[in-house]
């Protein structure tokens, strides 16, 4: 069973590595940069990320004895961690980030850990056997680049992840599934203690090298908890995810269709969105809640499939009313809105 210690311990050791970092992004001049995106101003750190890191990394050699699934999962956090870190400090292209993050789940690959089946309501399998290799390499891709857009606001993909860490880490003792609680407890706490110094009034950001490894650890944490469940599958991460994976979806919808390239940043992702309507602080707890609600909507499916579909329906056609209201992906975009209409129109003629 899980050791409070493996709790306590990872957030005290981020929580003492954080001021140190700030005070390393001083030599490195490792600073965040001003621009018209940005909602900060000052000079602040944004390789809070290395707190992080080694506060999960060093819990890990005293709370856990890998086995191959899990050493493949820490090597490849690691690349993801060390390519953020450069992009941190000397900036890199896109597509560097993107061959880094291939790698990384072809390594995860190799040490055996990937989908081999998706498991949908009411008893429909599908079997990922041929294609496994190429839906693991996507699904990690797809995360972790998910995690990276959504960290945009003080506090926000860190608290984000705690939320989705804590969930998958409640669920996986149902499962009695304890090596997927202690991976995913020592994350999030390490996590926790960075937040003490990144909620806002942040003063020190995670960076690339934060959100590209925390990305990376969720995704191939989910695989290696679900690959083989009955009752748990990746429909529950997905849920979790629910966020970051709409506004990444989004984001590819709204750049294509303005003729732009995806990698292009703008200010139309939904944690600015709603910023501009309830303020950085609001916002933050807005985001992590509706996580939380997707985490329930996961307790629902379990105790109750129906159930938990329709909290799952409700959500997302919430969700949905406030991308077509904002214009989040283009101001032409209001298929529901639009259909409500029309119906009011024919029912007044």
Same mark, same amino acid.
């Given at each position: 069973?899980?050791?409070?210690?493996?709790?306590?311990?990872?957030?005290?050791?981020?929580l003492?590595?954080?001021?140190?970092?700030?005070?390393y992004?001083?030599?490195?001049?490792?600073?965040?940069?001003?621009?018209?995106?940005?909602v900060?101003? &000052? $000079?602040?750190?944004?390789?809070?990320g290395?707190?992080?890191?080694?506060?999960?990394?060093?819990?890990?050699?005293?709370?856990?004895?890998?086995?191959?699934a899990?050493?493949?999962?820490?090597?490849?956090g690691?690349?993801?961690?060390?390519?953020?870190?450069?992009?941190?400090?000397?900036?890199?292209?896109?597509?560097?980030?993107?061959?880094f993050?291939?790698?990384?789940?072809?390594?995860?690959?190799?040490?055996?850990?990937?989908v081999?089946?998706?498991?949908?309501?009411?008893?429909?399998?599908?079997?990922?056997?041929?294609?496994?290799?190429?839906?693991?390499?996507?699904?990690?891709? &797809?995360?972790?680049?998910a995690?990276?857009?959504?960290?945009?606001l003080?506090?926000l993909?860190?608290?984000?992840?705690?939320?989705?860490l804590?969930?998958?880490?409640?669920?996986?003792?149902?499962?009695?599934?304890?090596?997927?609680?202690?991976?995913?407890?020592?994350?999030?706490s390490?996590?926790? &203690?960075? @937040?003490v110094?990144?909620?806002?009034?942040a003063?020190?950001?995670?960076?690339?090298?934060?959100?590209?490894?925390?990305?990376?650890?969720?995704s191939?944490?989910?695989?290696?908890?679900?690959?083989?469940?009955?009752?748990?599958?990746?429909?529950?991460?997905?849920?979790?995810?629910?966020?970051?994976?709409?506004?990444?979806?989004?984001?590819i919808?709204?750049?294509?269709?303005?003729?732009?390239?995806?990698?292009?940043?703008?200010?139309?992702?939904?944690?600015? @969105?709603?910023?501009?309507?309830?303020?950085?602080?609001?916002?933050?707890?807005i985001?992590c809640?509706?996580t939380?609600?997707f985490g329930?909507?996961?307790? &629902?499916?379990?105790?109750?499939?129906?159930?938990? $579909?329709?909290?799952?329906?409700f959500?997302?056609?919430?969700?949905?009313?406030f991308i077509?209201k904002?214009g989040m992906?283009?101001?032409?975009?209001?298929?529901?809105?639009g259909?409500?209409?029309?119906?009011?129109?024919k029912?007044?003629?």
């Amino acid at each position: 069973m899980f050791d409070i210690k493996a709790w306590i311990i990872p957030f005290l050791i981020s929580l003492a590595l954080t001021p140190l970092v700030k005070k390393y992004s001083i030599v490195a001049q490792a600073y965040a940069k001003e621009n018209n995106r940005t909602v900060h101003h &000052g $000079i602040i750190s944004r390789i809070g990320g290395v707190a992080i890191y080694l506060a999960f990394m060093i819990s890990i050699t005293f709370f856990m004895k890998a086995d191959r699934a899990i050493l493949g999962i820490l090597i490849g956090g690691s690349i993801m961690f060390m390519t953020g870190l450069i992009d941190d400090l000397i900036d890199i292209r896109p597509i560097v980030k993107l061959f880094f993050e291939l790698v990384a789940a072809s390594i995860l690959v190799y040490f055996g850990v990937g989908v081999e089946a998706i498991y949908f309501p009411f008893g429909i399998v599908i079997n990922f056997t041929l294609f496994s290799v190429l839906f693991t390499i996507c699904w990690v891709a &797809g995360v972790t680049n998910a995690v990276n857009l959504i960290d945009g606001l003080d506090g926000l993909a860190g608290g984000i992840s705690v939320v989705i860490l804590v969930v998958i880490g409640s669920i996986s003792i149902i499962e009695r599934r304890f090596d997927v609680m202690m991976l995913t407890f020592i994350l999030a706490s390490s996590v926790l &203690g960075f @937040l003490v110094y990144n909620a806002h009034p942040a003063s020190i950001f995670m960076g690339d090298c934060g959100s590209l490894f925390l990305g990376f650890m969720i995704s191939s944490i989910s695989l290696l908890g679900f690959k083989s469940s009955t009752a748990m599958t990746l429909a529950l991460p997905i849920l979790l995810l629910g966020l970051p994976i709409i506004d990444t979806v989004s984001a590819i919808l709204r750049r294509t269709l303005k003729k732009k390239r995806f990698m292009e940043a703008d200010k139309s992702h939904l944690h600015h @969105l709603l910023m501009n309507q309830f303020g950085h602080r609001n916002t933050v707890v807005i985001m992590c809640g509706m996580t939380a609600l997707f985490g329930f909507s996961a307790y &629902g499916y379990i105790l109750n499939e129906g159930m938990g $579909i329709l909290v799952m329906l409700f959500l997302l056609f919430l969700v949905e009313l406030f991308i077509e209201k904002s214009g989040m992906i283009s101001e032409k975009y209001h298929p529901i809105i639009g259909l409500c209409r029309r119906i009011k129109r024919k029912l007044f003629q």
